[in-house]
Nanobody
Framework: VQLQASGGGLVQPGGSLRLSCAASGFRLDYYSIGWIRQAPGKEREKVSCISTSDGITYYTDSVKGRFTISIDNALNTVYLQMNDLKSDDTAVYYC?????????????WGQGTQVTVSS
């Protein structure tokens, strides 16, 4: 049972990245899936979430209009498309699962993937 996050890297301000979170050993259909980030010296921040129960998505204010979360049920993978990246987006990004509806604590975490936005 595993969540595998990937897709991080170094990108210039204004650039784009797509993060992937692939689940193995269980189906994502029964959970909410979130992306959480942690920058050096800062607390963890919930960035985005998708509820499998109703398809509702959530975004923290600072990424609204720039990030898009989506799920590919066939591939059992969740994506976070990140556009117009800013230096403040630099962080380690984690994916995690929780109850089917967003807004609750995540119970199962994958390893992080580093996103660095710098010129």
């Amino acid at each position: 049972v595993q969540l595998q996050a990937s897709g991080g890297g170094l990108v210039q301000p204004g650039g784009s990245l797509r993060l992937s979170c692939a689940a193995s050993g269980f189906r994502l259909d029964y959970y909410s899936i979130g992306w959480i980030r942690q920058a050096p010296g800062k607390e963890r921040e919930k960035v985005s979430c998708i509820s499998t129960s109703d398809g509702i998505t959530y975004y923290t204010d600072s990424v609204k209009g720039r990030f898009t979360i989506s799920i590919d049920n066939a591939l059992n993978t969740v994506y976070l498309q990140m556009n117009d990246l800013k230096s403040d987006d630099t962080a380690v990004y984690y994916c995690a699962t929780g109850p089917p509806t967003c807004g609750y604590e995540y119970t199962f975490w994958g390893q992080g993937t580093q996103v660095t936005v710098s010129s």
